[in-house]
């Protein structure tokens, strides 16, 4: 075992990495620079699973952090990358609702209103640290900065990366709060990567014409190849 | 034993289905498979002791209960009906170039994977288990409102699948709190709903209520609750009829089913008031905004998507209300709403067909004529929408009425305002079909639209259904009390 | 006042005056090299201010007194500001000097006169230049008070002397992340860096801060270029003593003042670089679209103050 007190002011650290990114995917226009943010954010979740790993010694923080490391930072990021090399989308300069400044302001405000109520809640449970209460609040925080993306951004590829956010605050809460099940861990990510090669493609339908699309469809093998189609 | 059995059905189906060359042979795929399910189910509810537990593989997973094998009937029952009716409307599809041709291994394959997970959905004993099997099935079924060659048809299911995992997410977290509470609770945490049921007076009301809340808006957006209540109006009209029966006789209900599991949980808390108070003001905002939006309706399938919104609200109502008479009303009328709404989407995809020239995605229903062309769907409209508005002899007149006499007992200001909006809801349907169904073109002109011979595929399962809805009403046997009364009883209402 | 405390105010002013230019040529080396261009020797900036310095001053006939002792006042308020910030040698606090409040104050008397003076000529560019850094002062001014009211919360002081002793006392908190991002806006911001402003351009559409020195001349116009390299010094030395305070002198020894002074030399030499990198890689924001970066710093820096306040 490491010095436990060093590695708390290490994830204390990771914790100021997650919100500079969660900032960033809420205000950058630049599509493949979102898409490096949520990577990094990822890679930061995985080391946050590490510290707390060797921190605590529970085998399934480490098989989260493995199991994160290969999807969320490599395997979605370069999908979502390629996608958007293939539709040809740099920038998403169009807002619902949300300019950027107003959703930074906003989230200021979130994370004071997640943080109170959340000490009113948690009261009845067992007695927590700072620094786990922190992470929970942390958690809900980036949770609901990612829906505010979602729901702001006009671009279906954006609202991905948006919903991505959102369930890396799910995990980071779930990391600090309490100890899920692996096996449960582990189907979240696959129904995260089946929701993002499904809605991916589907934004690939959006943003071309639609015999591009079905062009597109077969080269991604989804659909059979037919001679006769209308 | 059983899932592993479930299984088997999946990859042999799958397997059919890739190597079959015609529409037809993949549709016969998916009827046997429902048919099977339907049967498998009628099985274990007439021949074996419920609740099951020992047949399956990892049983803190999965159970089969009373309320459990009930949904997996309806929805075995409703999928089975759709299928048959998907072979002729499938057909029209591929010749109006609705649908290409290549796509048509996914549709079907997306098909038989929904019902298989939604059947996993109604066996899980383990919430967290459920939540992504619910997930799931949000995602594949958008992927069925997706597979038509239309660009409207990608943003109904884009909208569709945002507004639902979104809204899950937050389900899922108030999971983890849950599990948390559990924790501290029982020393080991569990999210198995079994073990959660017998523990429940033990949970901390403050805890309880934010895990409820938090699961209760996953589920609202699940079912169409109201500040989710979007994408289900277009994911319904834009999706081909057959499917839209599955979403809304089906689908709507995993949402509630998963209401109705953690609100009988949290009934055994301090925390069930101020939870009840959520659920009623949801409902009957629900209800409200369904019967508004119903007023100004000229699209045929919105309007019959806004009445399933409005039955979501009546049913949470009646959650709400939670006296033991009225959870059995409830149960009731999940089954009652769904047989009726599958054979009104069936219906509404035979007018459809006919008249789908004239038909874009907004635009006004242009019908014409509609006794002459299609009697039979113009009947089964009529028919089911006496049905769904509650008119006596239908199962739903039962189902309202005995809930809103439950209502009376909390508050008559309350009944009174349901039972105006219902009125209003009713008058919109009422006004739909009398100013479509009487227009006619004047003697001595052509009409325009050539008749759609329909198949006697498409018109079987309407039949059926509206002889299944008629039969539920008027015959309310002894064996059914017994069984439902033994759903409330498992749930502890 | 002791004698270390003058010694201090001797050191730190010819430190500052000496070492200001530098950076300024730094930061326009790196941009040139990321442009591929050779661009200034280093010691440009140096020569630049020197050759201005022999140059005869010419003023408008329109502008009045206030033209002329701007450039005085100017220079003489950031170098008052510049005591409040040690480079290398952290006294003793003696007096007022070294308080947060009053270090914003002198900055923004600097840039008050230099505002009015650029009116004062009655020129079209020298009031479009006023105007635009007054409305920016104006935006970036709420953020710029909570940035520093996060130093005093973190720190539990309003001393920047005794900030800088407790930062080079002990491992920083991780929370002065957030403040570091804060601050390197706030430097971009107040130094007319490239997404606020350009400063190298006299396109009439761009400027900001060219536009408002342009009637300046001769050796006014080097105490003008001067001071805003000694603020740009003064602002990158408070958020590198902040962050990265190792090798700080607390204690008045030769060795360890020479020591601090060449760290602080290659800590803000790399400062420059990053501000480089970083002008280089952004090009100039919309005049309407910079709330959205006071923003971001306004935001961490609120964010620190929660934590602070809370746990």
């Known amino acids: 075992m490491s010095d436990a007190a060093l590695l708390q002011e290490a994830i204390r650290v990771l914790f100021v990495v997650i919100i500079i990114t969660a900032a960033y995917i809420i205000s950058t226009r630049n599509l493949l620079s979102l898409v490096s943010a949520y990577a990094l954010q990822s890679l930061t979740l995985v080391l946050i699973a590490l510290s707390l790993w060797m921190i605590e010694g529970a085998p399934v923080l480490l098989a989260i952090a493995g199991i994160s490391l290969i999807t969320k930072t490599l395997v979605i990021p370069y999908f979502i990358a390629n996608v958007q090399e293939k539709i040809r989308i740099k920038r998403d300069i169009e807002f619902h609702f949300l300019n950027p400044t107003t959703s930074l302001l906003l989230s200021m405000a979130i994370i004071l209103v997640v943080y109170i109520a959340l000490s009113h809640i948690m009261q009845g449970t067992e007695a927590r640290e700072s620094l786990f209460f922190f992470g929970a609040v942390l958690g809900i925080s980036l949770m609901m900065m990612g829906m505010m993306v979602t729901f702001s951004r006009k671009r279906a590829i954006t609202k991905v990366l948006g919903y991505l956010t959102m369930e890396n605050g799910v995990l980071l809460f779930g990391l600090f709060v309490t100890e899920l099940p692996f096996i449960i861990e582990f189907l979240i990510i696959i129904d995260l990567i089946i929701l993002v090669i499904l809605t991916t493609i589907l934004t690939i339908g959006l943003d071309s014409t639609l015999e591009d699309y079905h062009k597109r469809l077969h080269r991604f093998h989804l659909v059979e190849e037919t001679e006769e189609g209308p | 034993m059983i899932l592993l059995a479930l299984l088997f059905c999946l990859v042999l189906a799958l397997i059919l289905i890739a190597i079959s060359h015609t529409a037809w042979q993949m549709n016969n795929v998916c009827i046997v498979l429902g048919g099977t399910y339907a049967a498998v189910a009628g099985f274990i509810l007439m021949f074996m002791p419920l609740p099951v537990t020992t047949f399956l593989v990892a049983s803190q997973y999965f159970f089969i209960d009373h309320l459990g094998i009930y949904e997996v009937l309806i929805s075995a029952v409703i999928f089975t009906l759709a299928a048959v009716y998907a072979r002729g409307y499938v057909d029209n599809l591929l010749e109006s170039g609705e649908l290409n041709k290549g796509s048509l291994k996914l549709f079907y394959g997306a098909w038989v994977l929904l019902l298989t997970v939604i059947t996993l959905a109604f066996f899980a004993d383990n919430l967290a288990l459920f939540w992504i099997l619910a997930e799931l099935t949000t995602i594949i079924s958008a992927m069925l409102v997706a597979i038509l060659y239309a660009r409207e048809n990608i943003d109904a299911a884009l909208k569709y699948i945002f507004i639902a995992s979104v809204s899950m997410l937050f389900a899922f977290v108030g999971l983890i709190f849950l599990f948390e509470t559990s924790r501290t609770v029982l020393g080991e945490g569990t999210l198995n709903w079994t073990v959660l049921m017998q523990h429940a007076p033990q949970l901390p009301a403050g805890m309880v209520v934010a895990s409820c809340a938090l699961i209760f808006v996953g589920f609202a957006a699940k079912s169409g609750i109201f500040p989710f209540h979007t994408w289900l109006p277009e994911a319904h009209a834009k999706a081909p009829s057959a499917v839209s029966a599955i979403l809304s006789g089906v689908l709507l209900n995993v949402g509630i089913y998963g209401i109705i599991r953690v609100f009988a949980i949290a009934h055994q808390t301090p925390a069930a008031r101020a939870l009840s108070g959520i659920l009623m003001l949801l409902g009957i905002l629900t209800i409200a905004i369904a019967a508004f939006s119903m007023l100004p309706q000229k699209n045929l399938k919105k309007m019959v998507a806004f009445s399933s919104v409005e039955n979501m609200g009546i049913l949470l109502v009646g959650i709400a209300v939670a006296t033991p008479l009225a959870i059995f009303w409830v149960i009731f009328h999940i089954m009652a709403h769904a047989f009726t709404k599958a054979s009104l989407f069936l219906s509404a995809g035979i007018l459809h067909r006919q008249y789908r020239s004239h038909l874009s995605a907004d635009a006004p229903d242009d019908i014409v004529d509609v006794f002459r062309f299609q009697p039979l769907a113009a009947w089964g409209l009529i028919i089911g929408g006496l049905a769904i508005t509650g008119t006596p002899l239908f199962p739903v007149f039962l189902s309202k009425l005995f809930i809103l006499i439950e209502l009376g007992a909390v508050s008559l200001y309350l009944v009174g305002l349901v039972l105006v909006l219902l009125f209003i809801a009713t008058c919109a349907l009422g006004y739909f079909v009398i100013i479509n169904f009487t227009r006619v073109t004047p003697t001595g002109q052509a009409p325009e639209v050539t008749p759609y011979a329909t198949p006697l595929t498409m018109q079987g399962p309407v039949v059926l259904l509206l002889v299944l809805v008629l039969v539920l009403g008027v015959a309310f046997t002894t064996g059914e009390v017994s069984f439902l009364n033994q759903i409330v009883a498992e749930l502890r209402f | ?311």
């Open chain 3, 1 to 311: 006042m002791n004698a270390s405390f003058v010694l201090y105010m001797i050191l730190n002013t010819l430190l500052v005056l000496a070492l200001a230019p530098l950076f300024i040529s730094l930061i326009k080396k790196v941009k040139a090299a990321t442009q591929g261009r050779a661009g200034p020797p280093l010691l440009q900036t140096y020569a630049t201010i020197v050759k201005l310095l022999k140059k005869e001053v010419v003023y408008s006939p329109n502008s009045s007194w206030i033209m002329r002792v701007t450039p005085y006042i100017s220079m003489a308020a950031i170098l008052v500001a510049a005591l409040f910030v040690p480079l290398a040698f952290v006294p003793e606090e003696v007096g007022g000097i070294g308080n947060i409040i009053l270090f914003l104050y002198l900055l923004a008397l600097a840039k008050f006169f230099t505002a009015l003076a650029g009116l004062d000529a009655g020129s079209s560019f020298g009031g479009m230049g006023s105007s635009r850094e007054m409305s920016i002062s104006a935006i970036i001014e709420p953020t710029t008070i909570i940035v520093f009211a996060a130093l005093a919360f973190v720190f539990k002081t309003l001393s920047i002397f005794g900030m800088f002793s407790t930062s080079a006392g002990g491992f920083p908190a991780p929370t002065l992340i957030l403040m570091g991002i804060s601050l390197f806006i706030i430097i971009i911001v107040e130094t007319s860096r490239i997404p606020v402003d350009n400063p190298e351009t006299h396109l009439e559409l761009t400027m900001i801060h060219e536009g408002m020195i342009l009637e300046q001349s001769g050796r006014n116009l080097a105490l003008m270029e001067l001071s805003a390299a000694i603020k740009l010094t003064v602002l990158m030395a408070l958020l590198i003593n902040l962050l990265a305070p190792f090798g700080l002198a607390t204690t008045l020894t030769a060795a360890g003042i020479l020591l601090a002074a060449v760290l602080f030399l290659i800590k803000a030499g790399i400062l420059a670089i990053i501000i480089g990198l970083f002008e280089s890689s952004m090009s100039k924001m919309r005049f309407f679209r910079l709330p959205n970066l006071f923003a971001m710093a306004f935001f961490f820096s609120t964010l620190v103050i929660i934590i602070e306040v809370f746990s």
